[in-house]
């Protein structure tokens, strides 16, 4: 699916700011930049295939975030307890998410910061500090629904017990440096690889559950009932907060700078059109994964009166009973695992930008990387050993709370900076962007502020 050739120029010492005053800096290094800058873009001659194939990859390596584990409890509750009427807000929420992620791109592309740079270079120190800390928090949020998620996967396939498996996502270090050490289109690779698993294995099982495709095609029209039905409403909301992820922000505004464009006004159109062609074809996918888990659910539990699947575990023991096909739980197992894996790759990409962005400290991937995973996997590995499945299933939904906490604090700095003129000269938001852009922001701090209150109680 992605090439690997990757000849490619001598990144810069510095990338520079652009021509209008909007940043503090007008020279900083560029993010990631062991690999900026390194994969080669044919030049203006070229078809439109091939501008395309040289952009395809950090779109997929977003989608990720999009069907990671922490998405199907609510997609499996969802459609468990509703069949398919929570289609709509699982489309609508990819909606959001194409539009937040053009604008992550773009920031990226036109301004040469990644969102942790840009946040550095506008706020003063304490507040980029606090961003950096809600991050890194997120962040771990992230990787502890990846360890469970994993953990989970292993049990299920090969009867590892649970607190076994989360001390074997420690090993994920090794893989993912291993990969990060032989060239930045070879981790796209193998997350292409990965989602492509995800994909077939919910394509079959979306064929086995036999859904009812008038009402699915139903479910995907908003319905009132949403709104004025208080339990389907939260967890609406729940699959909206679990769906947009902050880290994917920082992620994508980082990413884009890989490929070697011309940072001129021509080269950044070029590389916002196709980088915006690639996160929105890759979010389709990610949109066909998460619709796919909670069609499944529907079809299998919901239609023969199961309303109370509502975690991983539960749907894995009764999918191959209800359908009647005996590979249906199997690959449920192979999809979660590689959606763990597939996170752990995109997870330490996201901890190395935000750390370099917001600190302008580097560490050895390895340090990093061992950090973040033992704060996932301690609080995970006790739970585990006091509570059992159950305390994983909670600490699954916990990881997703958090996640809507930090939420609002990556989403606002994007839309600001993207539709300040200072910043981004000919290339700001246009008027009815910027309007859609602050009302999906509007949308997503008051729902996952409704989704926060009713989790605690308040």
């Known amino acids: 699916m992605i090439p690997t050739n990757t000849s490619s120029p001598v990144p810069p010492a510095v990338v520079e700011a652009p021509d209008e005053p909007g940043w503090r800096q007008r020279r900083i290094a560029p993010s990631l930049g062991d690999v900026y800058a390194s994969i080669r873009v044919p030049g203006h001659g070229a078809s439109f295939w091939r501008k395309l194939l040289a952009f395809w990859g950090p779109g997929l390596m977003v989608a990720v975030g999009y069907m990671d584990p922490g998405n199907w409890a609510t997609d499996l509750a969802g459609g468990a307890r509703y069949g398919y009427t929570l289609l709509s807000v699982v489309l609508l929420s990819n909606l959001f998410a194409m539009l937040l992620q053009h604008l992550a791109a773009k920031l990226g592309i036109v301004t040469g910061r990644d969102l942790a740079q840009a946040c550095r270079d506008h706020y003063s120190r304490p507040v980029a500090l606090a961003l950096w800390v809600l991050c890194e928090i997120a962040i771990a949020a992230c990787d502890l629904a990846e360890v469970i998620g994993s953990a989970i996967a292993l049990n299920l396939l090969f009867g590892i017990p649970l607190a076994v498996g989360v001390l074997l996502t420690i090993l994920d270090v090794l893989v993912v440096l291993y990969f990060q050490n032989r060239g930045f289109r070879l981790i796209e690779g193998l997350v292409a690889g990965l989602i492509a698993v995800i994909f077939a294995c919910f394509a079959y099982e979306v064929i086995v559950s036999r859904p009812d495709w008038a009402a699915l095609a139903k479910g995907l029209v908003p319905h009132t009932e949403i709104v004025t039905n208080p339990g389907m409403l939260y967890v609406a909301i729940g699959i909206l907060g679990a ?30 059109k196709f980088a915006t062609i690639d996160s929105t074809v890759a979010l389709f996918l990610a949109f066909f994964v998460n619709a796919a888990i909670l069609v ?163």
């Open 296 to 458: 499944l659910s529907a079809a299998a539990f919901h239609r023969i009166g199961r309303h109370d699947v509502a975690d991983i575990n539960q749907a894995h023991e009764l999918l191959t009973p209800v359908l009647g096909a005996g590979a249906a739980s199997m690959l449920f197992a192979v999809a979660l695992l590689a959606s763990g894996q597939n996170s752990t790759l995109t997870g330490t990409l996201a901890g190395q930008i935000v750390m370099e962005g917001f600190l302008n400290l580097k560490l050895k991937p390895w340090v990093r990387r061992l950090i973040t995973r033992l704060i996932a996997v301690v609080p995970a590995f006790v739970v585990t050993l006091i509570y059992g499945e159950k305390g994983t299933g909670e600490l699954l939904v916990l990881s997703q709370v958090i996640l809507s906490l930090q939420l609002s604090f990556a989403v606002v700095p994007l839309v600001l900076f993207t539709s300040d003129r200072r910043k981004m000269g000919i290339f700001v938001n246009r008027p009815w962007v910027k309007i859609t852009a602050w009302a999906v922001t509007v949308i997503i701090v008051a729902l996952n502020g409704y989704l926060l209150l009713q989790t605690f109680g308040l």
């Open 243 to 272: 769906t947009v992820m902050p880290h994917n922000l920082y992620l994508h505004s980082s990413v884009v700078q890989t490929r070697a464009f011309d940072r001129d006004e021509p080269g950044k159109r070029m590389a916002v």
